[in-house]
């Protein structure tokens, strides 16, 4: 019995390495560049949008949006359709 040639298929998988590389690459890249952003603001004093987000314009339906900070996940309030504090959130918690 003859074995089978799999001399194509081999080249063809280790042809397509590279360009799989150079993508892992690239989006690597894009994160570590999003990370220094980030890390450049904060230490600007910036990266805090919670001041820019209206209730209406933020999705969430009814104005019950909750207004947050991108440093402080965490930490939150959720406010109804008149801008009043329906119930905040601190370290996770409900306050």
Do not use: C, K
């Not at 894009?30 to 603001?41: G, I, P």
């Not at 314009?57 to 900070?69: E, H, Y």
């Not at 402080?72 to 801008?83: M, R």
């Amino acid at each position: 019995m003859a074995a089978i040639d799999v001399t194509a298929v081999v080249s063809d998988i280790a042809a397509q390495a590279v360009p799989i590389g150079l993508v892992g690459a690239a989006v690597l890249l894009l994160f570590v560049a999003v990370a220094a952003f980030r890390w450049v603001e904060d230490s600007l004093g910036g990266g805090n949008y919670s001041d820019d987000i209206d209730s209406d314009d933020a999705g969430f339906g009814d104005g019950d949006a909750p207004i947050g900070s991108f440093d402080h996940p965490d930490d939150f309030d959720t406010l109804d359709d008149e801008g009043n504090v329906v119930e905040s959130w601190r370290d996770g918690e409900r306050v």
